[in-house]
C-alpha cells in the first residue's frame, strides 16, 4: 500500500513541476476546433450511410420484383 501512495505522490509532484500545460485560451480553441471536425464528421458518416440505405432499398427492391 505504501508503494500506491509513493506512486500517487510522485505523480501529483511530476504534474506540478515537469508538466508543461496548454495555455486557457489555446485549449478552448482546440476544444472548438475538435467540435466542429466531429460535428462534420458525423454529419459525413450520416450522409454515407443515408445514401447507401437508399441504394440497398433500391437494390432490393428491383430484386423482389
Known amino acids: 500500500m505504501a508503494g500506491v501512495i509513493t506512486y ?3 505523480s501529483f509532484e511530476e504534474l506540478k513541476n515537469n508538466v508543461t500545460w496548454t ?3 489555446e485549449a478552448q ?3 472548438i ?3 466542429v471536425f ?3 464528421f458525423s454529419l459525413a458518416i450520416w450522409g454515407i450511410d443515408t445514401v447507401f440505405s437508399r441504394v440497398i432499398k433500391a437494390y ?3 430484386i423482389g420484383n
Do not use: Q
Open 8 to 10: 500517487v505522490k510522485e
Open 23 to 25: 495555455p486557457w485560451s
Open 29 to 31: 480553441r482546440l476544444t
Open 33 to 35: 476546433v475538435v467540435a
Open 38 to 40: 466531429s460535428i462534420l
Open 60 to 62: 432490393f427492391g428491383l
